[in-house]
Every structure is written in structure tokens, then in C-alpha cells.
């Protein structure tokens, strides 16, 4: 706005994006837009965007429904409902004392905290002190506390317009979803998998989920608590269709546990997750496996099993948690809304009691080439079944089996 | 303690090693009390350390210095000065007056925290009970305020004795440095290689740090920022020696920048370096190359390149910091100390202006043909040169090349 009455709008702010080329940053703008956009259409709000240098303004009937809708949008660092006023001390000043009449009360300090860019005729500390003056003379028994005052205004004074605002919904930083390309994660019922697609996902990576379907097995089954988390992830790229890929892994459970040696199962069962994982990967483009992989974790998680794995692909396999404790993931999870989908711990009927912590990579060569496990794996890529999520609910109807 | 008379010791609180087997579990803390042992023998505290199920005790002569220590190792929740007394109401409750009197004064409200474990006769409940009662009892103008206490007292009655405290210094959390194998790290003088490795070495991780010396190019030198967080991260493992291996860069660098093309630069000396480290890490028994890996932060990040890059090698290699954004680096980068190392970027001087976001796999093995990169890398892995850090420092003498 260069003119006319203020006007209430959701001001929106991103990092890092910042730290890019200008050609790359315009790329990235416009895709935080786009996604935000999205956002606002699958609630249903009405709204125009404007895209500005450092900032991005939305318009619409419900600033506060759609500041919070905007703050769950990746890359945005925060969003605050503003009103945006003429660039001038006067426009401002106006703005910045109406927002303060309805949370400014006697006894209380404040503090204004001014930006200027490309605007000239003022510098930024007298713009501050400029509205700073005007609220001691209109409120009584206010004072001034830079440090830790009881309420806090924001100016702001950009080529595009003033900007006054005096709260801000943290967002999850991160980049635009879809700036990076597109990678899978190998998603479970647990706790750990769902943040592992998270963080990619507020990285950037598009995300394509697979899941192992234990059939009479159970232990990796594609159960409630799968589709759940495979939902609740849909709902943070609102408008845009997250794919589970459901591989059935009865036929390979059926050969592993005829096997005479228990102790191997989860280095194969692992390195057979990673290659189907990988023939799907290729087939769509994706660049990378994501894992929700630990350290020390479990009895098979170990460093040496883990190299064993990952020669199971030529892929990267990236392992977000890798330098993770638990509580921090448990933290992230709740977050995120993935943690109450699993309340307990879920145990794996093919896991044996004592699995190996050092599988040796020519042991387990030998028995995949006896059990054909290429073969079996080009099978199980084949037999891929598509569970499409949008806006947090899945499309399909939930299979019946249990969770377990 | 069972009997005699109340004692100061530090109470050393660890947390996710309770996730583990019995024999784990063990072997997790008996790691970690060694750990301990040798922060502070690094430090030149006579100390005694006694491990119990859930707490670690250290008796020595300034408790105070001792928890600060002891705060610093991994595998640590919490440590606390605390009171030693008898596993009985009266002993802890005088306990407890004694400590409140250092801090709790008229006006102020204060809470009790009991725990029981393994101790029959009263519940926690009834601990608690007494415990306050005795307190309000006998301190002036107190209240009990459980939810927002200004002073908060914590109880425990354990088979092995009662402890009282009413401070905690929060640890780093994580695994027992050395239980989980070593890894090796492409340290640079960047802010986030030396953040990978202290992940990577907070999940318990015995470290190797490898750096790429560029000598006339300049580009990774090893200089003092290397040298610097090289030495801040030995000071995570007290007692410890840790090694960097730094590699002479210069006969590849010659070689690449000769080449016609230079916007394969980036990946090219990337794949070398994981050439290098990889026949570094089999040489030496390392399970994984750990890197500062991030997306989208610099042009030649993709998940394309990352693909052809990771291929150099059939190690796993790990990257912590996959799912970070900057600050959040940054941030631990502060909490570390290895930020301040840092304050600029630093730059390449071989890396083009305009690298390559897609190297092909083909175009890419092709010239490391023409180059015999395999050969370069096997006669810069025997180059290497060992460069020492213990509790801080390096031991050997700084070199003389600038840091650029």
C-alpha cells in the first residue's frame, strides 16, 4: 500500500531463505507463497498475497485464523496480524497507538522496536522514538522498559508500506516444501520415522512415504497407527498429495523366518526395506531413502549393522535423527502431532531375541543369494499398493487389519 | 551411605541408558563413571565415584567444581550438589532444613520433591508430607507453591541412602562417549563440521576428525580455526587423546583445477575427500564418515549431488545435520564453544562461481578416470599426518598457513 486508509494483513517472515542468490531467492519466495496459498485455500480463506523483499503480506477477512494457518508453512519463521499503514512516521504512529489502546494498561512498560528499509527521511531510532513519545503522552502510567517490557509494538517502515504489529506465531522455519527435490522415507507405526519425514519435508524434500506391510506377520503392518502418522504429515504440505506406497513383505517374512539362523533377520529385513525402498526410489525420481534410523537404540542398531545396510542401496540414505537423543525426538513428535499415535513401544514378530549387532556383509551376501532377495525385492516394488493423505486425512479407506 | 554422618557429593542423573538390557545398561554406566573419572582426573580432583541403579555419586573435595565437570560428559542428564544422609524421614528431613536455610527467605514460596525407590516403611507421598511440614515449621513468612515454587528442594530415599538437593546443572544427555564404535569426521573450519562430530560424539561415538589440507590452494586448510575446534571438541572427552589425520589436498587440487570444466570442481572434491576418508576409516576399524552435510545451504548441497558424492564410498556416511536449520546450528555451535572460532564464512578457493547442481554420475567417473582419483586418493591417504588434542588442546605445534 503507497496511500489510503491502514489496513489489517498478516505480515509473513522467513530466514534463511535469505542466505541464497538473488535468483534463487525468488525461486524460493515464490514457492513459500505458493504452499501458503495452498494452506489458505484448504481452510477455505479467501486472501491475496503480495510477495516484498524480507517480507510477504496476505490479505483476507480473518487476519488472526490466517496468521495461524500461515505459521505452519515451511520456511515462514513467523507470522504476526499487522495493520499496514502509509511508510511515513505519521501513518505509522497512528497504527502503532490504535493497536496498543487494546493491550496497553496502566502500570504497565513497553518498548517499540523500529525497522527501517528503503525508506528515507527518518532514521529507524526516530521512528522509535517518534511512537515511543506518542504512547507516554496518550497512556497514562505507562513507562518506557527496552529490556523486558510488558508489551512490545513493532514498526516497521518498507517500500511497500508501514508495518505495526505486536504479536508473532513462531512457524518452523526450515525452506519452502518442494525446493529440494524428492526423497522417500521409510515410514512406520513408531515414534521416530514420522520426525525423521518431518525435518526433510521442513527441508525442502518433496516427500513420498513407503511402508512395509507385514501381512500375517504383523510386525511392519500398514495398521491404524501408520496411516495415521502418514495423515498427520499430509496436514503440514496442506493441498498437496502425500503418497504412501505400501509394499507387502509377506513373502519375504514367509522365506526369512524358514531360515535357520534368527540372528540375521534385521540386517535383512533392513537391507530388503533399503532396496525396495531404492528400486521405487528410481522409478519416480526420488534422490534419497530417509530413515528415522538411531544410534544404540536398539540391538541391531548398530554401527556396524549400519554399514552392512546401507551397501543394500546406491541411494543416500539420510538419517535425520542420526545425532538425536530420544527425549528430542519424543519432543519433536508431540510438536509435530505424530506422538500421541503411539503410545506404546511396537515390538516386530520376525525380530528375533538375541539379533546380531556385527552381521558379517559376506554372511549376509550368501543368504540373500539363496533366498534370491533381488528377485524378491523387484516383487515387492511390483506389487506397490498407493494410499494417497491431503490435508491431514487420508483418502483410502483404512485397511482392517490390527496394528500390532 | 548407611549411617554416619550426612556428606556432600555430587549426584550425576542419567537418563536414556535406562532404555537398555541389564547387561547394556551395565556396561553404559560403568562407561560413563569412567568418563567421569577422567573429566576430573583431567581437572585434578581427588574423587570416588560409586555407581547405583540410576545414580552416580562422587565424593571428592569441592563438590561444586566437581558437578560443573561432570555436567560436561556425555551420557549426563543433570548433576547436583547434594546432601548424602541416612535413607530415613529424619535424616533427609534435617538434610533438608540445612540446605534450605542457605536459600529460602521470608516471602518466598517453595516446594518438595520426593522420590522412594527401594526403601520400605513411608511412601514418597509421606516424605514429601514431612519434609514440607518441617519447613513451614520452621522458616518465617514461607508458603508451599507446587506449581511455581520459588525455591524447590528434591528428596530421595534410595536403597543405597537419602539424597537432598536444590540445584541441577543440566548435561548434555546422550550415550557414554566410546560405547558406540568410531566414526571419522571431514572436519573443517566451517560451523557445522565441528557440530556433526560433537553429535555424532554425544550419541557415544568414538571420534577421529579428518581434515583436507589445501596447502598453496588454501581452500580447507588445516589452520588455526581447524586447529581451534579440533582442540574444543577434545575437551568434550577429558582424559581423551583425539586424532586428526590431515591430508595433503595439494597434488588433487593441481590436477582439478587444470581441468577444462571447473563446475564439477565441487563434487569431484567431495567424492575425494570421502575416497580419502574411506580408506582412512577401513585402515583404522571406523564404521561411518560423519559430515556437515546440510541441504540448500550452498549451491553444489542438492540431493543430486549428494547422490554421486555419497557413492565415493561404501561406508555409511552420517550427517547429523541433515534435518537442521542454520540457527539451529548456530546454536549449537554457541553451546559447544566452536562458534566463536567461526565469525566469517569461509571460502573455497578452488570452488567456481557457478557449480554444477546435477553432476552426472557418467561425466563424473569419467574424468576420475582420466585422473586416476583412485590413485590420487590412496597416495594422499598415506600422506597423513596426525595431529593430537587432549582436554582442550592440540599437542603438537600449530602450523604456520594461514586460515584462509
Known amino acids: 500500500m503507497i496511500g489510503g486508509e491502514p489496513v489489517e494483513a498478516v505480515m509473513v517472515r ?16 515464490s514457492a513459500m507463497a505458493e ?32 496468521a ?50 528503503g525508506v528515507p527521511g527518518f532514521s529507524s531510532q526516530e521512528l522509535a522514538a517518534a511512537v515511543g513519545s506518542a504512547i507516554l503522552e496518550r497512556f497514562d502510567g505507562v513507562g518506557v522498559d ?7 509494538v513493532s514498526v516497521e517502515a518498507r517500500e511497500f508500506g508501514g508495518l505495526v ?36 519435508m521442513r527441508r525442502g524434500c518433496r516427500m513420498l512415504h513407503i511402508n512395509m506391510h507385514g501381512g500375517r506377520f504383523g510386525g511392519a503392518d500398514v495398521g491404524r497407527k501408520v496411516l495415521q502418522n502418514h495423515a498427520r504429515l499430509s496436514s503440514w504440505v496442506p493441498g498437496r498429495a502425500l503418497d504412501l506406497l505400501v509394499v507387502d513383505m509377506e513373502p519375504f517374512f514367509e522365506v526369512i523366518t524358514a531360515l535357520k539362523e534368527p540372528r540375521y533377520r534385521c540386517v535383512l529385513c533392513k537391507r530388503f526395506m533399503l532396496r525396495v525402498a531404492g528400486i521405487l526410489a528410481e522409478e519416480r525420481g526420488a534422490h534419497a531413502i530417509v530413515t528415522g534410523d538411531n544410534l544404540g537404540q536398539v540391538a541391531s542398531q548398530t554401527l556396524a549393522n549400519m554399514a552392512v545396510i546401507s551397501a543394500a542401496t546406491t541411494l543416500p540414505v539420510l538419517r535425520p535423527l542420526i545425532g538425536f537423543d530420544k527425549d528430542e525426538v519424543v519432543g519433536r513428535a508431540r510438536s509435530i502431532g505424530t506422538f500421541e499415535a503411539n503410545p506404546g513401544e511396537i515390538g516386530c514378530a520376525v525380530a528375533p531375541r538375541y539379533p546380531s549387532t556385527a552381521a558379517p556383509a559376506e554372511t549376509i551376501a550368501r543368504i540373500e543369494e539363496e533366498i534370491d532377495a533381488v528377485g524378491l525385492a523387484e516383487r515387492a516394488a511390483a506389487s506397490v499398493r498407493v494410499i494417497r493423505a491431503k490435508n491431514g486425512a487420508v483418502e483410502e479407506a483404512a485397511p482392517t487389519s490390527d496394528d500390532t
Chains 1, 2 share one sequence.
Open 14 to 29: 522467513y530466514g534463511e531463505v535469505f542466505l541464497k542468490s538473488e535468483r534463487v531467492k525468488r525461486r524460493f519466495v
Open 35 to 66: 504452499n501458503i496459498g495452498l494452506a489458505l485455500e484448504a481452510e477455505g480463506f479467501a486472501h491475496r498475497i503480495e510477495t516484498y523483499r524480507g517480507r510477504i503480506l496476505i490479505y483476507g477477512d480473518d487476519p488472526a485464523r490466517i
Open 68 to 117: 495461524k494457518t500461515a505459521a505452519r508453512v515451511f520456511g515462514v519463521v513467523s507470522a504476526s496480524v499487522c495493520t499496514v499503514t502509509t511508510a511515513d512516521i505519521e501513518g505509522i504512529t497512528t497504527a502503532a497507538l490504535k493497536r496498543a489502546e487494546r493491550r496497553l494498561r496502566p502500570g504497565m512498560s513497553f518498548a517499540v522496536r523500529a525497522r527501517r528499509s
Open 146 to 152: 527496552l529490556t523486558h517490557p510488558d508489551y512490545e
Open 165 to 200: 504489529y505486536d504479536e508473532k506465531i513462531p512457524g518452523p522455519g526450515g525452506l519452502p516444501y518442494g525446493t529440494q527435490g524428492e526423497v522417500i522415507t521409510l515410514l512406520s507405526a513408531g515414534i521416530d520415522s514420522p520426525v525423521a519425514s518431518w525435518l526433510m
